[in-house]
């Protein structure tokens, strides 16, 4: 196994790791005590994961040859390795003899543990490699409006609790102006918003196209299927202003073009809150259709009489989440409570806008 270290480990992170995971067996071994002071006394900027791996070939084949062979490297490329790790850890490590080579005192004490380290820090990458819900264990801090936890927020946790138990959801208010910071600091992992208005160096992923449906309390004594313009005009309306205390949206400005006015004698600031309201008085409300899915018990619930507007509804994240398989599967599990048959489909990555229909993530 060959493992880039830029892929995976910054150098000093890795001294950490090998160190810690030596602790871990420093009781019950007097060579994990020699190991770890060993890697304590050596220079981090010349500690090398592959160096390590090489050693670990070595000492378990003590043949150049056949840890070559093991690595997929050269004999001349193991054996220039093996004169770093003499230099690194001052002894020869091997010797030669009448059949390959025999282990110092030295290297006999830096095998097991050893391998335990590297047993470590291979599960580590495996588990950031493929994620198992079923055992995996992460948070995920999605921003997003309050409509959105309801439509999309709600059903992804139960499925979660199901599926992956030991993954966490924190939500926090979506701040589109400040949504690129957050991200590339990890303060949000995801958002779900209108996709055009994330910034352009986010990924997209567009989920839905949602639509408004007017509602009002269950035999209101106004609303039917034949509500004209001017009797919706009519109505006392609450609407929504996330800014808060915007008593005039863009339905207003429509309603206007066609010379009417309607009467807003509610402005709230929570989407949540505007179907219990109406529940429960005569006032009205234009809402996302997702919002008030499986109400009708207690709404009813009409088409605009007139062209309103919908909106897009997508994923957003940064690209310092986009490889990692937990967050990966998060998205996946997204897209797949909106959309089921995507995941029969759903296997590559585009980088090209054209492709947005049929990637899983896609930037825009």
């Known amino acids: 196994m060959r493992v880039d270290k830029q892929d995976f480990f910054h150098q000093k992170r890795l001294r950490g790791l090998l160190c810690l995971v030596s602790l871990r067996f420093s009781q019950a071994s007097v060579k994990s005590k020699n190991f770890l002071a060993t ?75 050893l391998r335990q380290a590297l047993d470590q820090v291979r599960a580590t990458v495996t588990t950031h490699r493929d994620f198992n819900p079923a055992f995996g264990s992460l ?29 966490r959801i924190a939500l926090r208010h979506l701040d589109v102006s400040q949504l690129e910071p957050q991200m590339a600091r990890g303060d949000v992992d995801l958002a779900l918003m209108t996709p055009d208005a ?37 109505l006392e309306h609450v609407i929504v202003s996330l800014q808060g205390g915007d008593f005039a949206t ?34 009205v409300a234009l809402v996302p259709a997702r919002l008030v899915e499986g109400r009708a018990d207690q709404l009813t619930r009409l088409a605009c009489p007139f062209t309103v507007d919908g909106f897009a509804v997508g994923m957003v994240w940064h690209e310092r989440n986009h490889a990692h398989s937990g967050h990966r599967w998060v998205r996946e599990m997204v897209l797949s409570l909106i959309h089921p048959e995507s995941m029969e489909t759903c296997t590559t990555d585009s980088h090209n806008p054209i492709d947005n229909a049929t990637a899983c993530d896609s930037p825009q």
Not at 59 to 80: I, W
Not at 215 to 222: F, T, V
Not at 229 to 234: G, I, P
């Open 139 to 167: 948070t995920v801090t999605i921003a997003c409006t309050d409509y959105l936890q309801s439509a999309v927020v709600k059903p992804l946790i139960m499925a979660l609790k199901a599926r992956a138990p030991g993954l």
């Open 39 to 113: 890697i304590h006394a050596m220079d981090s900027s010349r500690l090398d994961l592959n160096l390590l791996l090489t050693l670990e070939a070595l000492l378990s084949e003590q043949n150049v040859t056949k840890a070559a062979a093991r690595l997929h490297l050269s004999q001349p490329a193991v054996s220039a390795q093996l004169s770093r790790l003499r230099d690194m850890f001052a002894d020869p490590l091997l010797m030669p003899a009448q059949r390959g080579m025999n282990p110092t005192a030295k290297a006999l004490d830096l095998l097991v543990p």
């Open 250 to 283: 863009p339905v207003d400005a429509a309603l206007l073009a066609l010379g009417h006015r309607r009467k807003v004698v509610l402005s709230a600031a929570s989407f949540l809150f505007v179907p219990e309201i109406v529940a429960q008085s005569d006032l």
């Open 198 to 234: 994330a910034p352009p160096t986010l990924r997209t992923r567009h989920l839905f196209d949602e639509h408004y449906v007017l509602i009002g309390r269950r035999d209101h004594p106004q609303l039917s299927a034949t509500l004209t313009v001017e009797k919706f005009a009519q």
